[in-house]
Each structure stands twice: as C-alpha cells, then as structure tokens.
C-alpha cells in the first residue's frame, strides 16, 4: 500500500539539523508529498507539503529532486520536542477527499 | 489557532457493546476522517466524508462501522458490536477545501478499549 521508502529511525544532536530522507520512485505526475509527524501516542500532525518546488514553513523545508523520485525533511534546529516518527506519504486529490496511507516511518531520536 | 477535538479520550467497553466515538472538527472544513491506530503499529485509514456521504472507506471499515455528521458540527463514528480486536486509538481528521493538495489536523485520539 504505502508508496514511500524511509529508514526506520535515525538520530539527531539537539541544535543540529535533522535530515530524513524518503523515496517514492513511483510517484505520479499529480501527487504530492507530504510530511507528518507523530509524537509518542498524539494525533499525527501536519508538517509540510510539496509537489515539485522546495517548500519551507516555518517549522521545516522540503526538498524534493528533480525528477521527483525522493525527497528529505529538513528539521533546521533539532530539538528534543522533535523527537517523533516522521511520516512521509504521496498522495492525489480524489473526489471527496484524500485516502492517506502512512507507512511505519522514521522514528527520529533527538539526543542531548 | 483552531484544532479538532474529539471525546472521550478513553472509553471502556465490553465485547459486543455498541460505541460511539465523537469528533468536532475544524468548523470551515469540509472533508473528514476517521483513523485508528493498534498500539505499537502503525496510523490506518479507515474512511473519509464528504458532502453527507461516504468518499472511501478500506477493508477495516466493514458494516459494523458507521459515520454520521448529525447536526453540522460534530463528526461521529459507530462500532455496533464491538471486537476485542477494536481495541486501538481512533483519531479523527478533518480538512480544508484546497484543491488539489490537503493538510490533514488530527484531533488527539480516543483510546478504545474492548473487555
């Protein structure tokens, strides 16, 4: 089901930046990428979306490649509040909504 | 900053009872979703709302289970009868009507557990 490929987990020092990759080599030309995240038992939370450009917000910026097969999440500034699992996920609009399919994602540990 | 709520944030029930799980989603959304989450694997899509109606739905969402948006502002889902197997976290979704791309905001869950 899940469309994406990330590595399990993956660690972080505090201020650094985190760097978590994904492949999505069968991505389609109208689907876009996007990044959740999900700390310890809370709900998922939205952090960012791309189609083909680089997007930045104001929590993190996305990097997609050219031929749109991968992308990484750039958290700036780690810090311990960002230790979760890091879902990214590919999807297209479909009439009445988004079937949103996680996959088990990175599990991001943010060190002292 | 508005957010999605959802009650109770557990329920306790016996095999074969009837729940209701309550969600009131962002008011200016127009799509909703319902997850859930067996502890220790990983957020499953169970069905998604639009316009009074059913849009998707997978294989878990079979007949026991049912949604409703009663009266425009609360967005529920009901397990008839319900399985040990049901024991999970539910999260309920809502979002905006963005064209072709959708942020999701997830509500902080019910914990759902079947004696």
């Known amino acids: 089901d899940a469309k994406t490929t990330q590595p399990p987990s993956m660690d972080c020092a505090e201020g650094r930046a985190a760097n978590l990759p994904c492949n999505h080599s069968?991505?389609?030309?109208?689907?876009?990428v996007y990044w959740y995240r999900q700390i310890h038992s809370q709900g998922p939370q939205y952090i960012i979306h791309?189609?083909?450009n680089n997007e930045t917000n104001e929590m993190a910026s996305l990097i997609i490649t050219e031929d749109r097969k991968s992308s990484t999440l750039i958290l700036p500034h780690a810090t311990l509040r960002d230790t979760a699992v890091y879902y990214c996920i590919v999807s297209q609009a479909l009439t009445g909504g988004f079937k949103t399919i996680f996959g088990a994602g990175t599990r991001l540990f943010v060190k002292a | 900053e508005p957010e999605v709520t959802q009650t109770p944030s557990h329920q306790v029930t016996q095999m074969g009872q009837e729940v209701i799980l309550r969600c009131v989603p962002i008011s200016n959304h127009l799509y909703f979703y319902w997850y859930r989450q067996i502890l220790g694997q990983k957020v499953e899509f169970l069905v998604s709302?639009?316009?009074?109606?059913?849009?998707?739905k997978s294989e878990i969402f079979d007949d026991q289970f049912s949604v409703e948006r009663p009266d425009g502002s609360n967005f529920t889902l009901k397990i008839r009868s319900t399985k040990l197997e049901d024991s999970a976290m539910y999260f309920c979704?809502?979002?905006?009507?963005?064209?072709?791309?959708?942020?999701?905001?997830f509500g902080p869950g019910t914990r759902l557990t079947v004696l």
């Open positions: 791309g189609l083909k």
């Open positions: 069968t991505i389609s030309g109208n689907e876009y």
């Open positions: 709302f639009y316009n009074n109606e059913i849009s998707e």
């Open positions: 979704a809502s979002s905006g009507d963005r064209g072709n791309y959708n942020e999701q905001f």
